[in-house]
């Protein structure tokens, strides 16, 4: 073998590595690539200079709260422009469309000061995407170029979903060759739909629904779909619907909407405002799953916000206004380990075992969380807009949005 065709074979063997971990990069759903807001990513800079993040474009975008998906050097979200919902295509590297799907809603009968943008987030899920806008309205759509594959209304007069005066805000997940999303009211707590067609796989329970989006979890040793609806915690068959377990978390409001966190095989750990936090343990007894709650705490509140897990520690922004606490919870015994002062109430996203902090005033931390200590070691002011909308991270690149602009930052 020539010197050249070793150094060639050489090259190739090189790239094949890069390509694959390129390939694998994503952030396809609600909360990352396992629904847990961890981003699988290293060398985050932890000394900002007065250049840094260093921002690497911006664009114009619309109103709403969707978060940001990242698949194959593409980016995906939703926004309201005028009368129209818009869920669109963008190039990663550039903040250009690539491809716009655009449709009238039904009117937003909601609360307008919140504006009537869409709440939930897409999902990323084969050649597709499903996207819901803020009145219920769903679309699949090809990932390719956008063309329409099929359409339903949650809240149309088939499933009848019930209407919630902040408008549709739950984030579809996938299972199998079906996606499934908390719909409410008469048999339609939980609808699974046919990827491909829309039909309706399954329809099962009869729960309000809330501001919450579902996960699928193997817990107690069986798969199963575990939501906040209204008034409950629920697990369910995910090939069925089939109620498996339930448990009450009411509040005042029927507001629950931060996700149930697992904590090993058979423990949950959720939070909302006024009913405050607990951690549930299920025991499985042959085909049935009975649950206990191991402890409960009104002080910890977690409301429209995404925290992490590292460890038996849950980190978090506790309290339903700002100023709010950042809070370490041990989400095994109740123990609050340590609440800081001094920030906005804020989303939460864990990467190279740091906390990627942005709070709703738009200031950007990067800090070190530990069971003694929460270490700041850089904040900036990065947006000067409300910034509700969970922030993004793929390979050290940040990606974030208010209710007007969509950003790219460089983190590393």
């Known amino acids: 073998m020539t010197r050249v065709a070793r150094v060639f074979l050489a090259a ?29 990513t290293t060398g985050l800079a932890t000394d900002w200079a007065d250049d840094q993040p260093r921002r690497l474009w911006r664009r114009e975008l619309g109103d709403g709260y969707s978060a940001v998906l990242f698949d194959r050097d593409r980016l995906y979200t939703m926004y309201r422009k005028g009368d129209h919902e818009v869920i669109v295509c963008l190039q990663a590297a550039s903040g250009e469309t690539i491809w ?18 869409p709440r939930s987030t897409p999902l990323v899920a084969g050649e597709l995407i499903f996207a819901v806008g803020v009145t219920g309205r769903v679309h699949a759509l090809r990932l390719a170029d956008g063309v329409l594959q099929w359409r339903r209304d949650l809240w149309g007069t088939e499933l009848s979903g019930n209407r919630l005066d902040h408008g549709y805000a739950s984030s579809p997940v996938a299972y199998r ?8 009211g008469n048999n339609a707590a939980l609808v699974a739909f046919d990827q491909q067609t829309g039909a309706v796989r399954w329809r099962s329970q009869s729960f309000r629904n809330s501001y919450s989006s579902p996960r699928i979890l193997e817990i107690a040793g069986k798969p199963q779909i575990v939501i906040f609806m209204a008034e409950e915690l629920i697990g369910a068959d995910p ?6 377990w339930r448990y009450p978390h009411r509040n005042q409001w029927g507001h629950n909407i931060s996700m149930p966190i697992e904590v090993g095989r058979d423990r949950l750990f959720l939070s909302s405002p006024q009913a405050g936090a607990r951690t549930l343990r299920l025991v499985r007894d042959g085909e049935k799953i009975g649950v206990e709650e191991i402890w409960s705490k009104r002080a910890i509140q977690l ?4 925290s992490v897990r590292n460890g038996d520690w849950i980190y978090g922004s506790t309290g339903v206004t700002s100023p709010a606490f950042m809070i370490a919870v041990n989400a095994r015994t109740g123990e609050i380990a340590w609440r800081e002062r001094g920030f906005a109430k804020a989303n939460c996203i864990i990467a190279d075992g740091k906390l990627v902090i942005l709070d709703e005033n738009g200031v950007l931390y990067l800090a070190t969380p530990t069971p003694d200590e929460l270490v700041v070691h850089a904040e900036t002011q990065l947006l000067d807009g409300v910034a509700w909308t969970v922030p993004t991270i793929v390979d050290r690149t940040l990606y974030v949005r208010d209710r007007q602009y969509i950003t790219a930052f460089d983190l590393g």
């Open 12 to 40: 190739i063997a090189a790239a094949v590595p890069v390509a694959l971990a390129a390939e694998t990069s994503s952030w396809p759903q609600w909360g990352g690539p396992d629904r847990d807001f961890r981003a699988p």
């Open 100 to 117: 716009e799907y655009r449709y009238v809603p039904p009117p937003y009968e909601g609360l307008p000061h919140y504006g009537e943008g």
């Open 177 to 184: 060759d079906m996606v499934i999303m908390p719909v409410g």
């Open 239 to 244: 090939d069925s619907g089939a109620l498996r």
């Open 303 to 306: 409301y429209h916000v995404a």
